[in-house]
C-alpha cells in the first residue's frame, strides 16, 4: 500500500515534465497508479471478503503515536474498487476530454495527485494520519477548482471550497486529538474494537461530525460544492462520484457502528442532517437550468441519503449504505462524463436551449438512460436495489417515533430525486418545442463524439445494469463491507426482486409522483419562482467572510495603530488577562517567604527600588538615564552579595554598555520627556503598570517554590568537570553546553551589525551625493549670474 502511494506520488512529480512528450496522453501515464491500486486490490480481496485484513505499517513519530499504518479491511476495499476503478476510467476519459494547452502537465499532475491521497484517506488507520490525506485532498480539490485561475469565478469557488472544508479539517484534527487521547490510541481499528466513552468523547464526536460534514457537503455547509462546477468536467465527476465528497461519509460510517447508541445526540444530528440535506439538494436540483448544477445539487440530496443511511448505525441501513455508494459512484461518475461530452460537442450545458441531441447522439443517450434510470431508482439497475434496501431498512429499524419522519423524508427525496433525474435527461436530449425553448436550439447539427470520449462512460454506465440484474458477483463485496463496519452484523445478500411488500409500494408511488412533477415542471418552477427567498448557504458564507474582514479591520484599526503605549498596554494586558488569570485561580503561593539573607540585601533593595520610582518621574532624559543606570548596577551588586560573581560581572558589563548606548542616543534627542496626553486619562496606565508589577512580584515568588524537578543547573554543575573540563559553569554553558546556540547569536549578531552598517555607509553616501549635487546647482546658478 505504501508502494502504491509512492506510485501516485512518482507519477505526479513526472508528470508536468513528461506532458511536454507525451501531450494529453501524461493522463493515461498517470492513470498507470489507479490501475496498479485496482490490480492490486483484486489479488487482495479474496483474503480480505474472506476476513483477513492487510496491514503495513511503518514508524513515523512513534512519541506523537503517529505511525504511517495503512489497512485494507472489506469496507476499505469497496471505497479502493470506488477511487481506484472510476479513477482509471477518468484518466482515459481525461486524454479524450482535453486537447493540449498550458498547464495541462500541471494538472495531470494534480489530479493523480488527488487519486493518491484519497486511496490514502480510505486506507489509513491512524487517526492523525487520516487527517493528513485528508487535507491533502481539501489542497489537491482546490488546485483542481482553481485550475483556469484567470476565471474569477473558478478562484472564488476554489477559495470558497478551501475555506469550508479546511475549518472542517480543523475541526477533524481536534475531534481526532481528544478521541485519540481518551482512546490512549490514535489507532482508528483499535478505537472502534474498543470504544472509549464518558469525558471528551462526545466533544470529540461534534467534532468529528462536523468536520465529515462539510467535506461531504451536508447542510448548511454545502454551499461549496455547486461552486466546484467551475473545475473541468473530468475533476467534477471523480470529485461528485467517487472521491472527496465521499471522504465524509466515509467517515461517518466508521464511526457510527460503534458511537451512535452510546452518543446521545449522535442518530438525531445524523438523522436530521442527512435528510434536510437531501431534500434541500433535491428542491435546489430542481430549479436549476445548468445540467452540471442540476447533478451538483443531486449528488448533494444523495450524499444526505448515504449520511442518513451509514450514520445511523443499524444492520440493514448500513448494508444499504453501503449499496448507495457502490450504485451512486456508477450512475453519478457516468452522468458528469456525459455532460461533459454535451459540453465538448455542444458547447453550452444550458437546458433550455439544447434540443434534439438524443436523436443525434443516440449512444450517448442510451448510456445517459441507463445512468438515470439508476438514479432514479428505476429496475432492473443497481440503483433500484439499493433505494428498495433503504426503504425497507428504515421500516424496520427501531426508532421511535422518528423512524415515520425519516421514511417520510427519504421517500419525498427520492420523489424529488426520480423528477430532477428526468428533468436532467429531457433537458439534455429531448426534443423541445418553441413554447420550452429559450433561445436558439442546439442539438440537431452538434458533432457526434468519438467512442474515446464516451467509451469511459459507457463502461460505467452498462455496469449499472449489470450490478442491478446480476447483483450476485456485487453481492459479497457490500455484505463484507457491512460487516467491516460492525462485526456482529449478519451476512446480508443483495437481490433484485423482494417481492410485493411496502418497500415497493413505496417505490412505485415514487415513480407515480415524481412523474407528476416532471411532467408539471412548468407548474413546479412557476410556484419556486413565487416562494420567497429565503437566507441561504451562500448567503451565510459570504456573511462569514465579509464578517471576518470587518473584524480584523477594526480590530487591527485599535490595536495596530502605530502608537508605541497602545502595543505596550495590549502586551500588558494579555499578560495580566492570561498568565495572571491562572496564577490568581490555579496557583498555590508558598506559605514560608525569605525576605532577605542579610541586611544589605535589603539596603540594596531599598536603593534599587528607588531609583526605579525615580526613573519613572524623571522628567529629563538623561536622568531618567541615570536612574535606571543605577536600577541595573543594584542588581549587579545584589548578584555579588548572592555570592554570584560571574553573572554579576556580566550584569555590570551589559548596564555599562547600555549606560553608553544610551548616553550617545540622548545627543540626538530633545532633552526632556515630550508630556502627550491621553484621552483616558493616566489611571488606567497606572493601574497596567502596577498590575503588571504585582504579577511578575508574584510569579517570581510562585515560580520559585513550585518546582517539582531537580533544576537544569544541577547537571550543568555535574557534567561542567567531567565532559567540559571547566570550573566555571557559566562559561561552559555558553561555550560548551549551548555552544551551537551562542554560535548562531553571534551570527545574528553579525548579520544585523553587517546590515546596520551598510545602511549607515548608504545614508553618508546618499547625503554625500545630494551635498555634491546641491553643490553644482549653487555652482551653475552661480555661473549663470551676469
Same mark, same amino acid.
Given at each position: 500500500?505504501?508502494?502504491?502511494?509512492?506510485?501516485?506520488?512518482?507519477?505526479?512529480?513526472?508528470?508536468?515534465?513528461?506532458?511536454?512528450?507525451?501531450?494529453?496522453?501524461?493522463?493515461?501515464?498517470?492513470?498507470?497508479?489507479?490501475?496498479?491500486?485496482?490490480?492490486?486490490?483484486?489479488?487482495?480481496?479474496?483474503?480480505?471478503?474472506?476476513?483477513?485484513?492487510?496491514?503495513?505499517?511503518?514508524?513515523?513519530?512513534?512519541?506523537?503515536?503517529?505511525?504511517?499504518?495503512?489497512?485494507?479491511?472489506?469496507?476499505?476495499?469497496?471505497?479502493?474498487?470506488?477511487?481506484?476503478?472510476?479513477?482509471?476510467?477518468?484518466?482515459?476519459?481525461?486524454?479524450?476530454?482535453?486537447?493540449?494547452?498550458?498547464?495541462?502537465?500541471?494538472?495531470?499532475?494534480?489530479l493523480v495527485g488527488f487519486s493518491g491521497a484519497m486511496l490514502g484517506?480510505?486506507?489509513?488507520?491512524?487517526?492523525?494520519?487520516?487527517?493528513?490525506?485528508?487535507?491533502?485532498?481539501?489542497?489537491?480539490?482546490?488546485?483542481?477548482?482553481?485550475?483556469?485561475?484567470?476565471?474569477?469565478?473558478?478562484?472564488?469557488?476554489?477559495?470558497?471550497?478551501?475555506?469550508?472544508?479546511?475549518?472542517?479539517?480543523?475541526?477533524?484534527?481536534?475531534?481526532?486529538?481528544?478521541?485519540?487521547?481518551?482512546?490512549?490510541?490514535?489507532?482508528?481499528?483499535?478505537?472502534?474494537?474498543?470504544?472509549?466513552?464518558?469525558?471528551?468523547?462526545?466533544?470529540?464526536?461534534?467534532l468529528l461530525l462536523a468536520g465529515a460534514f462539510t467535506k461531504s457537503?451536508?447542510?448548511?455547509?454545502?454551499?461549496?460544492?455547486?461552486?466546484?462546477?467551475?473545475?473541468?468536467?473530468?475533476?467534477?465527476?471523480?470529485?461528485?462520484?467517487?472521491?472527496?465528497?465521499?471522504?465524509?461519509?466515509?467517515?461517518?460510517?466508521?464511526?457510527?457502528?460503534?458511537?451512535?447508541?452510546?452518543?446521545?445526540?449522535?442518530?438525531?444530528?445524523?438523522?436530521?442532517?442527512?435528510?434536510?440535506?437531501?431534500?434541500?439538494?433535491?428542491?435546489?436540483?430542481?430549479?436549476?437550468?445548468?445540467?452540471?448544477?442540476?447533478?451538483?445539487?443531486?449528488?448533494?440530496?444523495?450524499?444526505?441519503?448515504?449520511?442518513?443511511?451509514?450514520?445511523?448505525?443499524?444492520?440493514?441501513?448500513?448494508?444499504?449504505?453501503?449499496?448507495?455508494?457502490?450504485?451512486?459512484?456508477?450512475?453519478?461518475?457516468?452522468?458528469?462524463?456525459?455532460?461533459?461530452?454535451?459540453?465538448?460537442?455542444?458547447?453550452?450545458?444550458?437546458?433550455?436551449?439544447?434540443?434534439?441531441?438524443?436523436?443525434?447522439?443516440?449512444?450517448?443517450?442510451?448510456?445517459?438512460?441507463?445512468?438515470?434510470?439508476?438514479?432514479?431508482?428505476?429496475?432492473?439497475?443497481?440503483?433500484?436495489?439499493?433505494?428498495?434496501?433503504?426503504?425497507?431498512?428504515?421500516?424496520?429499524?427501531?426508532?421511535?417515533?422518528?423512524?415515520?419522519?425519516?421514511?417520510?423524508?427519504?421517500?419525498?427525496?427520492?420523489?424529488?430525486?426520480?423528477?430532477?433525474?428526468?428533468?436532467?435527461?429531457?433537458?439534455?436530449?429531448?426534443?423541445?418545442?418553441?413554447?420550452?425553448?429559450?433561445?436558439?436550439?442546439?442539438?440537431?447539427? +452538434?458533432?457526434?463524439?468519438? &467512442?474515446?470520449? *464516451?467509451?469511459? /462512460?459507457? !463502461? #460505467?454506465? %452498462?455496469?449499472?445494469? @449489470?450490478?442491478?440484474?446480476?447483483?450476485?458477483?456485487?453481492?459479497?463485496?457490500?455484505?463484507?463491507?457491512?460487516?467491516?463496519?460492525?462485526?456482529?452484523?449478519?451476512?446480508?445478500?443483495?437481490?433484485?426482486?423482494?417481492?410485493?411488500?411496502?418497500?415497493?409500494?413505496?417505490?412505485?408511488?415514487?415513480?407515480?409522483?415524481?412523474?407528476?412533477?416532471?411532467?408539471?415542471?412548468?407548474?413546479?418552477?412557476?410556484?419556486?419562482?413565487?416562494?420567497?427567498?429565503?437566507?441561504?448557504?451562500?448567503?451565510?458564507?459570504?456573511?462569514?467572510?465579509?464578517?471576518?474582514?470587518?473584524?480584523?479591520?477594526?480590530?487591527?484599526?485599535?490595536?495596530?495603530?502605530?502608537?508605541?503605549?497602545?502595543?505596550?498596554?495590549?502586551?500588558?494586558?494579555?499578560?495580566?488577562?492570561?498568565?495572571?488569570?491562572?496564577?490568581?485561580?490555579?496557583?498555590?503561593?508558598?506559605?514560608?517567604? +525569605?525576605?532577605?539573607?542579610? &541586611?544589605?540585601? *535589603?539596603?540594596? /533593595?531599598? !536603593? #534599587?527600588? %528607588?531609583?526605579?520610582? @525615580?526613573?519613572?518621574?524623571?522628567?529629563?532624559?538623561?536622568?531618567?538615564?541615570?536612574?535606571?543606570?543605577?536600577?541595573?548596577?543594584?542588581?549587579?551588586?545584589?548578584?555579588?552579595i548572592q555570592g554570584a560573581p560571574d553573572l554579576a560581572l556580566t550584569?555590570?558589563?551589559?548596564?555599562?554598555?547600555?549606560?553608553?548606548?544610551?548616553?550617545?542616543?540622548?545627543?540626538?534627542?530633545?532633552?526632556?520627556?515630550?508630556?502627550?496626553?491621553?484621552?483616558?486619562?493616566?489611571?488606567?496606565?497606572?493601574?497596567?503598570?502596577?498590575?503588571?508589577?504585582?504579577?511578575?512580584?508574584?510569579?517570581?515568588?510562585?515560580?520559585?517554590?513550585?518546582?517539582?524537578?531537580?533544576?537544569?543547573?544541577?547537571?550543568?554543575?555535574?557534567?561542567?568537570?567531567?565532559?567540559?573540563?571547566?570550573?566555571?559553569?557559566?562559561?561552559?554553558?555558553?561555550?560548551?553546553?549551548?555552544?551551537?546556540?551562542?554560535?548562531?547569536?553571534?551570527?545574528?549578531?553579525?548579520?544585523? /551589525?553587517?546590515?546596520?552598517?551598510?545602511?549607515?555607509? @548608504?545614508?553618508?553616501?546618499?547625503?554625500?551625493?545630494?551635498?555634491?549635487?546641491?553643490?553644482?546647482?549653487?555652482?551653475?546658478?552661480?555661473?549663470?549670474?551676469?
Amino acid at each position: 500500500m505504501l508502494v502504491l502511494l509512492g506510485i501516485h506520488a512518482a507519477l505526479a512529480a513526472v508528470a508536468p515534465w513528461a506532458s511536454k512528450r507525451l501531450g494529453t496522453r501524461v493522463f493515461l501515464l498517470c492513470g498507470l497508479g489507479p490501475l496498479a491500486t485496482v490490480v492490486w486490490a483484486a489479488t487482495k480481496a479474496g483474503g480480505v471478503i474472506d476476513g483477513t485484513p492487510v496491514t503495513e505499517t511503518w514508524q513515523w513519530l512513534p512519541s506523537l503515536g503517529l505511525d504511517a499504518t495503512l489497512r485494507l479491511d472489506a469496507f476499505s476495499l469497496l471505497m479502493v474498487g470506488l477511487v481506484s476503478g472510476i479513477g482509471v476510467l477518468i484518466f482515459a476519459y481525461a486524454d479524450a476530454y482535453f486537447s493540449m494547452r498550458a498547464g495541462l502537465g500541471r494538472f495531470a499532475a494534480t489530479l493523480v495527485g488527488f487519486s493518491g491521497a484519497m486511496l490514502g484517506l480510505v486506507l489509513a488507520d491512524n487517526l492523525l494520519l487520516l487527517f493528513v490525506f485528508w487535507e491533502l485532498t481539501s489542497i489537491t480539490s482546490y488546485l483542481l477548482i482553481g485550475f483556469e485561475d484567470t476565471k474569477p469565478a473558478a478562484k472564488a469557488a476554489a477559495l470558497q471550497a478551501l475555506l469550508i472544508t479546511g475549518t472542517g479539517g480543523l475541526a477533524l484534527l481536534g475531534g481526532s486529538v481528544l478521541l485519540g487521547q481518551a482512546a490512549g490510541t490514535f489507532t482508528l481499528s483499535e478505537i472502534l474494537a474498543s470504544p472509549p466513552s464518558g469525558g471528551v468523547v462526545p466533544a470529540a464526536m461534534l467534532l468529528l461530525l462536523a468536520g465529515a460534514f462539510t467535506k461531504s457537503a451536508q447542510v448548511p455547509f454545502h454551499s461549496w460544492l455547486p461552486g466546484a462546477m467551475a473545475a473541468p468536467t473530468p475533476v467534477s465527476a471523480y470529485l461528485h462520484s467517487a472521491t472527496m465528497v465521499k471522504a465524509g461519509v466515509y467517515l461517518i460510517a466508521r464511526l457510527s457502528p460503534s458511537f451512535a447508541a452510546d452518543v446521545g445526540f449522535w442518530r438525531p444530528l445524523v438523522l436530521t442532517v442527512g435528510a434536510a440535506t437531501m431534500l434541500v439538494g433535491g428542491y435546489r436540483a430542481l430549479r436549476q437550468h445548468d445540467l452540471k448544477l442540476v447533478l451538483a445539487y443531486g449528488t448533494i440530496s444523495q450524499l444526505g441519503f448515504m449520511v442518513v443511511l451509514l450514520g445511523v448505525g443499524l444492520e440493514g441501513a448500513t448494508f444499504a449504505g453501503a449499496a448507495l455508494l457502490v450504485a451512486h459512484g456508477a450512475f453519478k461518475s457516468t452522468l458528469f462524463m456525459v455532460v461533459g461530452i454535451v459540453d465538448h460537442q455542444a458547447h453550452t450545458r444550458d437546458l433550455r436551449v439544447l434540443s434534439g441531441l438524443g436523436r443525434r447522439l443516440k449512444p450517448t443517450f442510451v448510456v445517459s438512460a441507463l445512468a438515470a434510470a439508476s438514479m432514479a431508482g428505476l429496475p432492473p439497475l443497481i440503483g433500484f436495489i439499493s433505494k428498495e434496501s433503504a426503504f425497507e431498512s428504515i421500516l424496520d429499524a427501531d426508532l421511535g417515533g422518528a423512524r415515520v419522519l425519516v421514511l417520510v423524508a427519504i421517500v419525498v427525496g427520492s420523489v424529488i430525486t426520480f423528477a430532477y433525474t428526468a428533468r436532467f435527461l429531457w433537458g439534455a436530449f429531448a426534443d423541445k418545442g418553441a413554447h420550452e425553448l429559450g433561445g436558439e436550439p442546439i442539438g440537431p447539427d +452538434v458533432p457526434r463524439p468519438g &467512442w474515446a470520449l *464516451l467509451g469511459p /462512460a459507457a !463502461v #460505467v454506465g %452498462v455496469l449499472g445494469l @449489470a450490478m442491478g440484474l446480476f447483483p450476485s458477483p456485487i453481492s459479497p463485496y457490500v455484505s463484507e463491507a457491512g460487516r467491516a463496519l460492525d462485526p456482529l452484523l449478519e451476512p446480508h445478500k443483495l437481490i433484485l426482486w423482494h417481492g410485493f411488500n411496502t418497500a415497493l409500494v413505496l417505490s412505485i408511488g415514487t415513480f407515480l409522483v415524481g412523474s407528476l412533477l416532471f411532467f408539471g415542471r412548468r407548474q413546479v418552477e412557476a410556484l419556486q419562482a413565487r416562494v420567497p427567498a429565503l437566507p441561504n448557504a451562500d448567503d451565510g458564507y459570504r456573511f462569514a467572510v465579509s464578517g471576518t474582514i470587518r473584524t480584523a479591520e477594526r480590530v487591527t484599526s485599535v490595536l495596530q495603530n502605530g502608537s508605541l503605549p497602545v502595543y505596550l498596554g495590549v502586551i500588558m494586558m494579555t499578560v495580566l488577562a492570561v498568565p495572571g488569570t491562572l496564577l490568581l485561580t490555579g496557583t498555590r503561593f508558598p506559605t514560608e517567604i +525569605v525576605v532577605a539573607d542579610t &541586611w544589605l540585601q *535589603l539596603v540594596v /533593595a531599598g !536603593v #534599587v527600588a %528607588v531609583a526605579a520610582v @525615580a526613573t519613572a518621574w524623571s522628567h529629563r532624559r538623561f536622568a531618567a538615564v541615570i536612574f535606571l543606570g543605577g536600577v541595573g548596577f543594584g542588581v549587579g551588586v545584589l548578584f555579588i552579595i548572592q555570592g554570584a560573581p560571574d553573572l554579576a560581572l556580566t550584569q555590570l558589563l551589559v548596564e555599562t554598555l547600555v549606560l553608553v548606548i544610551f548616553v550617545l542616543v540622548l545627543r540626538h534627542l530633545p532633552e526632556r520627556f515630550e508630556a502627550q496626553r491621553w484621552r483616558l486619562g493616566q489611571a488606567p496606565r497606572v493601574l497596567v503598570a502596577s498590575g503588571v508589577g504585582v504579577f511578575i512580584a508574584a510569579f517570581a515568588m510562585v515560580a520559585a517554590s513550585v518546582r517539582t524537578e531537580s533544576p537544569v543547573s544541577d547537571a550543568h554543575l555535574a557534567l561542567s568537570v567531567p565532559e567540559a573540563q571547566g570550573r566555571n559553569v557559566v562559561n561552559v554553558i555558553l561555550v560548551d553546553f549551548r555552544g551551537f546556540d551562542t554560535m548562531g547569536e553571534i551570527v545574528v549578531l553579525t548579520v544585523a /551589525a553587517l546590515g546596520i552598517a551598510g545602511l549607515v555607509r @548608504a545614508a553618508r553616501r546618499e547625503r554625500a551625493v545630494a551635498a555634491g549635487r546641491a553643490a553644482r546647482v549653487e555652482r551653475m546658478e552661480r555661473e549663470a549670474q551676469p
